[in-house]
């Protein structure tokens, strides 16, 4: 049985409720008929056989007395021997007719008529007509009814409920459930898509929560890091008015505390256009194509060794792809936005460059997330031989705003914007300070391909 029930959960809605309609139709049908021939008999038991007649017979004896007897026969019966009729006064048989002149015969045929029977039979008589109008009435409606509970029952109960649980946890902001129905019907697809649509949100309200508490954190940086710049000037106005007050500053040391407010201006704009070009970031629409990875690896390099030329810096540039390739064990045609990969790229290369002491090295390579989960990243390690990240960066993992104050605040927000584009690439960025035989800062990004 659990199996036949588990056949019909899986049907459609169309051939389940004709199924189901077909069965009702069978079972009221099979019950009307019955009800009715039940009726009828049942009727005809309480009516006398239109084919009934009373036999009467009447005769003398030898005493000349007058005798009659009736007896009820059915007409079209063979024939059949009249019982010994007996006398009244002492019961004995007569075993013949006395004389057989005085033998008389009458015969009353007694009709199919409701006169003929008593009160209580004729009203269960005419209950019983009532009946056989009615059942076939009284058994389709509630055919219809248990047709439409059965449906609901076993088609609709179980997953109208949890679509309506599954809503409640939605509108109570609560995504942290599984919506599960096992059947192949309409509303098993339905229930599947709602379920989709529940992981899409939950992963779309992550991505959101992610992007506020980058905001937050984004703007307590700049709220900290503003604070530097302006406390620099607010101190140079005070000292100016008070050696201009005192006239203790002579010309010569007036430009120079002017060109330091200048700098201090300087940094302070190039700063807050940072913060308003990574404000930006997060609109960036990604453009993935396939792309010849080791063609676009032989490009950037070539630019990257130009600005290390121009820093008076050495590059060293190792490209993993080409090893593989001769293992005939990677592809080497990855999907990906070259021009968001290269802005990425050379945001990173810019830091290495700015703290380098005398190499960076550059490594190209295709890995494996695992085997089982299907995912492949391309990434770009840059290193360099410099002090390193701050232990208080690398220990934020994705907060990459506001890590020092000063000369680091340029690598701050180049960490930021790179983060963020890796994560719209469905990738990552990583941190560390020892990397591909480098004492300095290692930054390794991860793009989905």
């Known amino acids: 049985m659990e199996k036949l029930m588990k056949k019909y959960r899986d049907l459609s809605f169309r051939r389940a409720f004709v199924l189901t309609v077909l069965a009702a139709f069978a079972a009221v049908a099979f019950l009307s008929a019955a009800g009715i021939w039940g009726c009828v008999a049942f009727r005809n038991y309480l009516v006398p056989d239109p084919n009934a007649v009373m036999l009467k017979i009447e005769y003398q004896n030898e005493k000349g007395r007058t005798c009659s007897a009736e007896y009820r026969v059915t007409l079209g019966e063979e024939a059949f021997q009249v019982p010994w009729i007996t006398e009244a006064e002492d019961g004995e048989p007569v075993p013949e007719l006395a004389d057989i002149s005085s033998l008389k015969v009458s015969a009353v045929k007694l009709g199919k008529s409701i006169d003929l029977i008593g009160p209580r039979r004729r009203l269960a008589y005419r209950i019983l007509g009532v009946l056989t109008a009615l059942l076939p009435l009284l058994f389709s409606v509630a055919g219809i009814l248990v047709c439409g509970f059965f449906f609901y ?60 508490q980058e905001r937050r954190l984004l703007q307590a940086s700049v709220a900290h890091d503003l604070r530097n710049p302006i406390a620099i000037l607010a101190g140079y106005a005070e000292y100016l008015r008070i050696g201009l007050e005192k006239g203790t500053l002579s010309g010569e040391r007036l430009l120079t505390i002017a060109g330091r407010m200048e700098d201090t201006a300087g940094r302070l704009s190039q700063y807050t256009e940072s913060v308003r070009y990574l404000n930006r970031m997060e609109d960036v629409e990604l453009h993935p194509v396939p792309v010849n990875a080791p063609e676009f690896v032989r490009k950037m390099t ?14 060293e540039a190792v490209c993993r792809l080409q090893e593989k390739e001769t293992e005939g064990s990677c592809e080497q045609t990855v999907t990906m936005d070259c021009d968001v990969v290269y802005r990425i790229a050379e945001n990173l290369m810019n830091n290495a460059l700015r703290f380098a002491r005398q190499t960076v090295k550059i490594v190209f390579d295709l890995e494996e997330e695992s085997p089982t989960a299907g995912k492949r990243f391309f990434t770009v390690e840059i290193c360099d031989d410099g002090p390193g990240f701050p232990e208080e960066l690398l220990g934020r993992k994705s907060d990459f705003f506001a890590h020092a104050s000063g000369e680091r605040e340029h690598s701050g927000l180049g960490l930021a914007i790179a983060d963020i584009l890796c994560k719209k690439h469905g990738g990552r960025l990583e941190l560390s300070n020892s990397g591909e035989g480098l004492s300095g800062g290692a930054a390794k990004l991860f793009i989905k391909s």
């Not at 529940?198 to 929560?209: A, D, F, H, I, P």
């Not at 990257?304 to 590059?315: G, H, V």
């Open 153 to 212: 029952r076993h088609k609709m109960k179980e997953p109208l409920a949890l679509l309506n649980r599954a809503m409640e946890n939605i509108t109570s902001e609560n995504l942290d459930f599984s919506l599960k129905y096992e059947s192949r019907d309409e509303m098993g697809q339905l229930c599947g898509s709602f379920e989709k649509m529940r992981g899409v949100l939950s992963e779309n309200y992550r991505t959101l929560w992610n992007m506020a």
């Open 302 to 315: 070539e630019d990257f060794e130009i600005l290390a030329k121009e820093a008076d810096l050495r590059l």
